[in-house]
């Protein structure tokens, strides 16, 4: 990985990030593999460049960026933020992006956009370990305006250099009040949509995971208790620390939600 | 086998099945359980215990073989209690350390004698366990194979085989099988739906099981009629 030219950013929590060994070695990225240490061997097949990010559906004409001019699109921000896993364990990543936002705008979507897609890279070549009971390629989605919440990050690097293959490289989506699979890894395309799109986990266990999936600590896993999360950090075992709504972003994004139950809206 | 070369092979044997006991302490000590050791311990342990009982089912349909491997019923007792020891520290790290109790904590409350601390330590941990009890399934089947397993390991020594009388044991016994398929279910109902990581444990089982099927029914028909039909 390269070092990443980058500016400060007022969306920083001041918190220690978790040491990067551990952020590399401890993966859910099932494209290379069920187990968290796969995607840290297997994802070195990935190839990041040349590499293409297509704009389609809802906008006024259908666009392609390359990735390189993507990144050098807006400066690239350092963003400390907390990481929730709906598996109850929690990581603090320092993120290097700019908000999404950004991208969407230059994207010009139509006034009918109300949701946007986001679709991994699904190449079976690149992705040998990728187990076949799953749906591919990876499909995530956030309403409009979670996607214009200036939290969500177009995430092209952590901890000042570019993201390891196995953090979703070459660009990802980080947001930081839902569970981490809401974030796509290994963005090839972006769809803006008038409808809800269907979502690679929500299609696999619905009851499990929800389209919305804010970090919640009062609305349970079907298996495990959402209340309270094995915190990594440089200790050798982790604490267990109580879950803050979603994830202790509550004060920028709960407004977004207003109205909603969020027991029905899990 | 003679008789001096099991005495011999049994203290070895023991020793090996704490291999991996040995290993993840020398993890702990060399830093290297991972990102989540809590997880890694859970996972590690649950492994164990797993392959322990699969191993000491896979003893009889091993003898049959050849009648030059009869010498193997001799481990099976002790393959089933490591079975029970890892699935005991198993429930141990789920108990200790899954649920959130402050272990650390607790230790250094013990250095002071402090044991109102560790019993508040406690309470702030059992309500999330009770919950899990009554509402995760996956708990319940785990928690029932071990139980099995724990009744299998008390009524394990010979003395209590002879109070219990030979057949009443071995009904009892016919349980590890209810165990494993539970055990196979527990792990099934731990991972991600699609994600089939317990197909290779559950296909060993399969086999192991359907063996037995297959020769109890062989032996019927080896039998002619069913004995019970029989002697009606």
């Known amino acids: 990985s390269n070092k990443l030219p980058t500016v400060q950013s007022q969306y920083t929590v001041p918190e220690a990030p978790t040491p990067k060994q551990k952020a590399i070695t401890y993966n859910n990225f099932y494209e290379y593999g069920t187990g968290k240490s796969d995607p840290s061997h297997y994802a070195k097949n ?172 009062n609305h349970s896993h079907p298996r495990w208790s959402q209340s309270q999360e094995r915190h990594i950090d440089a200790a050798l075992f982790p604490r267990t620390i109580k879950t803050l709504p979603f994830n202790g972003y509550a004060d920028q994004v709960a407004s977004l939600y207003n109205g909603m139950d969020l027991n029905k809206n899990f | 086998m003679n008789n001096n070369a099991i005495r011999l092979l049994k203290p070895l044997v023991f020793l090996f099945c704490l291999l991996p006991v ?73 108990v200790f350390l899954f649920s959130g109790f402050d272990i650390a904590g607790a230790f250094s409350n013990l250095r002071i004698h402090d044991f109102h601390g560790i019993a508040e330590q406690w309470r702030a941990v059992w309500p999330v366990m009770v919950t899990d009890i009554q509402k995760r399934r996956f708990i319940q089947v785990g928690l029932l194979a071990w139980f099995i397993l724990f009744l299998l390991a008390i009524t394990s020594p010979q003395w209590v085989m002879r109070k219990m009388g030979g057949k009443p044991w071995q009904t009892l016994h016919r349980s590890v099988y209810a165990a494993a398929v539970l055990a196979v279910i527990h792990f099934a109902w731990t991972l991600k739906k699609g994600n089939l990581e317990w197909w290779k444990d559950g296909l060993v089982l399969a086999i192991l099981l359907g063996l037995r099927i297959l020769w109890s029914l062989q032996k019927r028909f080896a039998q002619g009629r069913p004995k019970v039909a029989v002697s009606r």
């Open chain 2, 22 to 94: 040995a290993a993840l302490v020398r993890q702990a000590q060399q830093g290297n359980l991972g990102a989540d050791p809590v997880a890694h311990i859970t996972h590690f342990t649950g492994n164990w215990a797993m392959y322990m009982l699969l191993l000491s089912l896979a003893i009889t349909p091993v003898r049959r073989i050849s009648s030059k491997l009869a010498w193997l019923i001799r481990f099976r007792r002790m393959l089933g209690l490591y079975a029970f020891f890892y699935a005991t520290l198993h429930l141990a790290t789920y």
């Open chain 1, 46 to 217: 990935l190839r990041t460049r040349p590499w293409t990010i297509s704009i389609e559906g809802k906008v006024q004409k259908p666009l392609t960026f390359d990735i390189d001019q993507l990144a050098g699109y807006r400066p690239l921000e350092d963003r400390t933020y907390r990481f929730r896993c709906v598996e109850a364990w929690s990581m603090v990543i320092p993120w290097v992006g700019y908000s999404l936002s950004e991208l969407i705008k230059a994207c010009n979507p139509l006034p009918s956009a109300k949701y946007v897609q986001f679709l991994s890279l699904d190449d079976h070549k690149q992705q040998p370990e990728r187990p076949d009971s799953y749906d591919w390629p990876y499909s995530e989605g956030l309403r409009m305006d979670e996607a214009m919440h200036p939290l969500t990050l177009l995430t092209f690097g952590a901890y000042g250099e570019t993201l390891e293959n196995q953090q979703g490289a070459p660009v990802r989506i980080i947001v930081p009040w839902k569970y981490g699979f809401k974030s796509a890894k290994s963005i090839v395309k972006i769809r803006f949509l008038d409808k809800q799109p269907p979502t690679t986990w929500n299609d696999q266990a619905p009851s499990e995971y929800g389209f919305y999936s804010n970090v919640n600590p």
